[in-house]
């Protein structure tokens, strides 16, 4: 039904839909891993494309409600584009407030069976439902008092919550996008600032490998010692081997970690008590996550490290007036036919036009800027539509004699698509949403899913936002088909709360551009509300520089990208129950023999839950202790092993030699 129509814009929305399918499956195929299942694959390229087609039929209906000449009635596209609204908006909305939410937590669960997983993340978003029923409620009691209650009200009671909140916090997201995209490109544009940056990126993300191998290590250590201490014929024993398969080999802990490490190791290894099932489930959640995480800052660590060398040889071949390449990067046998050609464009033409690009999208940002924060003067000012530059541009369109459709779909596509584009590359920024992360080729099933709720959550209300900055349709007494449905049965009051939040984006967006934002969030620590402008811009360029050297001799002697990093752990290590273990001498008689003690001590389980957790700290206790014991005697004994006293006694026989042959000379 949403299809059959054969008029020209309602025929268009075929070609919509196609085009946002495809963009969704060229997005998934460009950043899931492949790892993620085909089941967590649907439900993003599923969600995207319903949010991309949300989108994607603004351009249509603007240009269906121009081309009429009765804007209350179009007749078959009309109908057209309301089933077309329908069916994505309240998909959209279904997707982001209930089942996402749900297939994120099922997805990050780590119960040992499908039923128990789906189970826990009911119980975990219990409390979001419930929140969502209260306000239900409380909206169906109050229509109930007035007597107005009735399903077209409920219905427009949930698009102005739905509404008031995406466009709330959905404009000021777009405010940073408007200001940091253009201010990116043009420092892109410039070679030494592009090498500069992107040292301090390298050096960003080692930093945070090496954290985030830290706390793989921690957890990948609690694993194997509730393994030792838990009983070879416990009940939960099958549990135990799973999360043993699933530990990947990290490397060993450091032994010489300070007493806060060491404490802070003991809380972790102490928080899981192999008789409570779910505390198994905890430890291996925490494995999973800490595996996730990882993976992903490994991925950040190449990407940052290949950007370094596209830097440099940018910079190599501006200084030299020749092309040079990345070291991971080979010629192909013709490419000396198209050296010049590629120096032209990414030497000479590309920052260019990379500066031409940046100051024309700032141009529009200050368009858009100054025609959301006027919104508001136009209840009082009979000229306000003059403000919005875009309604300026729809209005020169429809008055031209050439006018078209096409033209039409071309001024209302772009500033709407650049406006989605810097809402949700704020997403990606804002220090909140951490815990998520798209990567190239390496975004996990979690991520993926989180990015396709938050896509939906804002692509309905930015599309409505975007069509109030378009006060000339209402001005020629016509009304879009999204706004019509946006608007029936709101009251006015509720419609006035949409302009709230854009009237103050002007001074939001200065706050942004002279760090004043920033420092403002830094003074009352919300971390959270902190926008990671430039990953690094800490971080000190001689370290970066530094890593990025021992990088390049690897790669150049036929290495990977992260084999000279001590914390890289490659693709290639099996997950065999590989685990980390807290010393280097698992053979020493004494830990053998303490261990020994250790599980023989408590032969007598607890009857109580209580009791059994007592006994169980006591084991852990007791095999941390016997840990660092053994450390502190080898490291009383030799700092070196046997393999280094071994080449030191070599050493010096050979010196020895060589002075008596000289004593014989």
Same mark, same amino acid.
């Given at each position: 039904? @949403?299809?059959? =129509?054969?008029?020209?814009?309602? #025929?268009?929305?075929?070609?919509?839909?196609?085009?946002?399918?495809?963009?969704?499956?060229?997005?998934? /195929?460009?950043?899931?891993?492949?790892?993620?299942?085909?089941?967590?694959?649907?439900? /993003?390229?599923? !969600?995207?494309?319903?949010?991309?087609?949300?989108?994607?039929?603004?351009?249509?209906?603007?240009?269906?409600?121009?081309?009429?000449?009765?804007?209350?009635?179009?007749?078959?596209?009309?109908?057209?584009?309301?089933?077309?609204?329908?069916?994505?908006?309240?998909?959209?909305?279904?997707?982001?407030?209930?089942?996402?939410?749900?297939?994120?937590?099922?997805?990050?669960?780590?119960?040992?069976?499908?039923?128990?997983?789906? &189970?826990?993340?009911?119980?975990?978003?219990?409390?979001?439902?419930?929140?969502?029923?209260?306000?239900? *409620?409380?909206?169906?009691?109050?229509?109930?008092?007035?007597?107005?209650?009735?399903?077209?009200?409920?219905?427009?009671?949930?698009?102005?919550?739905?509404?008031?909140?995406?466009?709330?916090?959905?404009?000021?997201? %777009?405010?940073? +996008?408007?200001?940091?995209?253009?201010?990116?490109?043009?420092?892109?544009? $410039?070679?030494?600032?592009?090498?500069?940056?992107?040292?301090?990126?390298?050096?960003? #993300?080692?930093?945070?490998?090496?954290?985030?191998?830290?706390?793989?290590?921690?957890?990948?250590?609690?694993?194997? @010692?509730?393994?030792?201490? %838990?009983?070879?014929?416990?009940?939960?024993?099958?549990?135990?081997? *799973?999360?043993?398969?699933?530990?990947? =080999?990290?490397?060993?802990?450091?032994?010489?970690?300070?007493?806060?490490?060491?404490?802070?190791?003991?809380?972790?290894?102490?928080?899981?008590?192999?008789?409570?099932?779910?505390?198994?489930?905890?430890?291996?959640?925490?494995?999973?996550?800490?595996?996730?995480?990882?993976?992903?800052?490994?991925?950040?660590?190449?990407?940052?490290?290949?950007?370094?060398?596209?830097?440099?040889?940018?910079?190599?071949?501006?200084?030299?007036?020749?092309?040079?390449?990345?070291?991971?990067?080979?010629?192909?046998?013709?490419?000396?036919?198209?050296?010049?050609?590629?120096?032209?464009?990414?030497?000479?033409?590309?920052?260019? !036009?990379?500066?031409?690009?940046?100051?024309?999208?700032?141009?529009?940002?200050?368009?858009?800027?100054?025609?959301?924060?006027?919104?508001?003067?136009?209840?009082?000012?009979?000229?306000?539509?003059?403000?919005?530059?875009?309604?300026?541009?729809?209005?020169?369109?429809?008055?031209?004699?050439?006018? $078209?459709?096409?033209?039409?779909?071309?001024?209302?596509?772009?500033?709407?698509?650049?406006?989605?584009?810097?809402?949700?590359?704020?997403?990606?920024?804002?220090?909140?949403?951490?815990?998520?992360?798209?990567?190239?080729?390496?975004?996990?099933?979690?991520?993926?899913?989180?990015?396709?709720?938050?896509?939906?959550?804002?692509?309905?209300?930015?599309?409505?936002?975007?069509?109030?900055?378009?006060?000339?349709?209402?001005?020629?007494? &016509?009304?879009?088909?999204?706004?019509?449905?946006?608007?029936?049965?709101?009251?006015?009051?509720?419609?006035?709360?949409?302009?709230?939040?854009?009237?103050?984006?002007?001074?939001?967006?200065?706050?942004?551009?002279? +760090?004043?934002?920033?420092? !403002?969030? #830094?003074?009352?620590?919300?971390?959270?509300?902190?926008?990671?402008?430039?990953?690094?811009?800490?971080?000190?360029?001689?370290?970066?520089?530094?890593?990025?050297?021992?990088?390049?001799?690897?790669?150049?002697?036929?290495?990977?990208? +992260?084999?000279?990093?001590?914390?890289?752990?490659?693709?290639?290590?099996?997950?065999?129950?590989?685990?980390?273990?807290?010393?280097?001498?698992?053979?020493?008689?004494?830990?053998?023999?303490?261990? =020994?003690?250790?599980?023989?001590?408590?032969?007598?389980?607890?009857?109580?839950?209580?009791?059994?957790?007592?006994?169980?700290?006591?084991?852990?206790?007791?095999?941390?202790?016997?840990?660092?014991?053994?450390?502190?005697?080898?490291?009383?004994?030799?700092?070196?092993?046997?393999?280094?006293?071994?080449?030191?006694? &070599?050493?010096?026989?050979?010196?020895?030699?060589?002075?008596?042959?000289?004593?014989?000379?």
């Amino acid at each position: 039904m @949403m299809f059959s =129509s054969s008029d020209g814009d309602g #025929s268009r929305l075929v070609p919509a839909f196609i085009f946002a399918a495809v963009s969704s499956l060229c997005a998934l /195929a460009y950043f899931a891993d492949r790892e993620v299942s085909a089941w967590t694959r649907l439900q /993003a390229a599923s !969600a995207w494309t319903l949010a991309l087609f949300v989108v994607a039929v603004v351009p249509l209906d603007v240009a269906a409600t121009v081309a009429s000449s009765d804007g209350e009635a179009r007749g078959a596209s009309t109908a057209t584009l309301a089933n077309a609204w329908d069916v994505g908006y309240w998909s959209t909305y279904a997707l982001t407030w209930v089942i996402l939410p749900l297939c994120q937590s099922y997805e990050d669960c780590a119960d040992f069976k499908t039923v128990a997983r789906m &189970k826990r993340a009911v119980r975990e978003n219990a409390t979001f439902l419930g929140a969502m029923l209260g306000a239900v *409620v409380l909206g169906g009691g109050v229509m109930l008092a007035t007597e107005k209650l009735s399903l077209a009200a409920m219905r427009a009671y949930g698009i102005v919550l739905a509404n008031v909140f995406g466009i709330s916090t959905g404009v000021l997201l %777009m405010g940073y +996008g408007l200001v940091d995209v253009p201010r990116r490109l043009w420092r892109r544009a $410039s070679f030494n600032a592009r090498v500069t940056w992107a040292y301090k990126r390298v050096a960003a #993300s080692s930093r945070a490998l090496t954290t985030a191998h830290e706390k793989l290590a921690r957890q990948a250590a609690a694993v194997a @010692m509730t393994s030792r201490v %838990m009983p070879r014929r416990h009940e939960l024993r099958w549990a135990m081997t *799973v999360i043993e398969r699933e530990t990947p =080999s990290v490397g060993a802990a450091r032994a010489n970690a300070d007493s806060n490490d060491e404490d802070a190791l003991e809380e972790d290894i102490l928080t899981y008590d192999y008789d409570e099932y779910s505390d198994l489930v905890s430890l291996r959640r925490g494995l999973r996550r800490a595996v996730r995480v990882y993976e992903r800052t490994k991925a950040h660590y190449v990407a940052a490290t290949n950007e370094a060398f596209r830097a440099e040889a940018a910079e190599q071949s501006r200084a030299s007036r020749r092309l040079h390449r990345p070291p991971n990067r080979e010629g192909a046998a013709f490419s000396k036919c198209f050296d010049e050609i590629e120096f032209l464009w990414s030497i000479v033409l590309l920052p260019v !036009a990379l500066r031409v690009i940046a100051a024309g999208l700032a141009f529009f940002s200050a368009a858009i800027v100054v025609a959301e924060s006027t919104m508001w003067v136009g209840r009082a000012w009979a000229y306000a539509d003059h403000a919005s530059l875009l309604s300026v541009m729809l209005e020169s369109v429809i008055a031209s004699s050439s006018s $078209s459709s096409a033209r039409i779909h071309l001024v209302v596509a772009f500033p709407l698509f650049y406006m989605c584009l810097c809402t949700f590359y704020s997403l990606f920024k804002l220090g909140m949403f951490s815990f998520y992360q798209l990567v190239p080729r390496a975004t996990d099933g979690f991520s993926l899913l989180v990015n396709a709720s938050l896509v939906c959550r804002y692509a309905a209300p930015i599309s409505y936002n975007f069509l109030m900055l378009l006060p000339v349709i209402k001005a020629n007494g &016509k009304q879009t088909t999204f706004s019509r449905k946006m608007e029936a049965k709101v009251p006015e009051m509720a419609a006035e709360l949409n302009v709230i939040v854009p009237a103050f984006l002007c001074v939001f967006c200065v706050a942004i551009a002279l +760090g004043w934002f920033e420092r !403002a969030v #830094s003074a009352f620590k919300a971390k959270s509300f902190t926008f990671n402008a430039d990953n690094g811009v800490c971080e000190s360029t001689e370290t970066g520089k530094s890593i990025t050297d021992r990088e390049r001799a690897e790669v150049q002697d036929g290495g990977e990208i +992260g084999a000279q990093h001590e914390f890289f752990v490659g693709a290639d290590v099996e997950r065999e129950q590989q685990l980390p273990p807290l010393s280097s001498d698992d053979g020493d008689a004494e830990r053998r023999a303490s261990r =020994s003690h250790l599980l023989n001590a408590h032969d007598v389980e607890a009857n109580s839950s209580s009791a059994r957790w007592e006994t169980q700290k006591a084991r852990l206790s007791q095999a941390v202790q016997n840990v660092r014991d053994s450390n502190a005697a080898r490291s009383s004994r030799s700092p070196l092993s046997q393999a280094g006293r071994d080449k030191v006694n &070599k050493l010096d026989s050979m010196f020895s030699s060589l002075g008596r042959r000289d004593a014989d000379d």
